[in-house]
Nanobody
Framework: QVQLGESGGGLVQAGGSLRLSCAAS????????MAWFRQAPGQERRFVSA?????????????DYADSVKGRFTISRDNAKTTVYLQMNSLKPEDTAIYYCAASNSRVPGQRTVAYDYWGQGTQVTVSS
């Protein structure tokens, strides 16, 4: 089992920045695939970014991004703190959504929601124009 808890959401003006955090517990964090998804009102939950272990020791990771956030969002992880972050810059009104942290038992889970086994409760991000 993995427990996830997001924080860092809020209200920001267009062009501003926010950093989301997701604290994880319950498993060996270093090897877990971690991701962020978002869900806007009336829309399905969509992939934002993931950071996954390359299978090597010492560990290294690969980051993946949705096209809509490339160049603006950066995912990172601190294994000592068992936390994954999403730095969001140049925010746009269309980034408004509930942002969910997710963890997968698969080493390379990809972008599909069904590939993720554990979910946080979500944190609201609202970007005003």
């Amino acid at each position: 089992q993995v427990q996830l808890g997001e924080s860092g959401g809020g209200l920001v003006q267009a062009g501003g920045s926010l950093r989301l955090s997701c604290a994880a517990s319950g498993r060996t964090f270093s090897f877990i695939g971690m991701a962020w998804f978002r869900q806007a009102p009336g829309q399905e939950r969509r992939f934002v970014s993931a950071i996954t272990w390359n299978g090597d020791i010492p560990v290294s990771y690969t980051a993946d991004y949705a096209d809509s956030v490339k160049g603006r969002f950066t995912i990172s992880r601190d294994n000592a703190k068992t936390t994954v972050y999403l730095q969001m810059n140049s925010l746009k009104p269309e980034d408004t959504a509930i942002y969910y942290c997710a963890a997968s038992n698969s080493r390379v889970p990809g972008q599909r929601t069904v590939a993720y086994d554990y979910w946080g409760q979500g944190t609201q991000v609202t970007v005003s124009s």
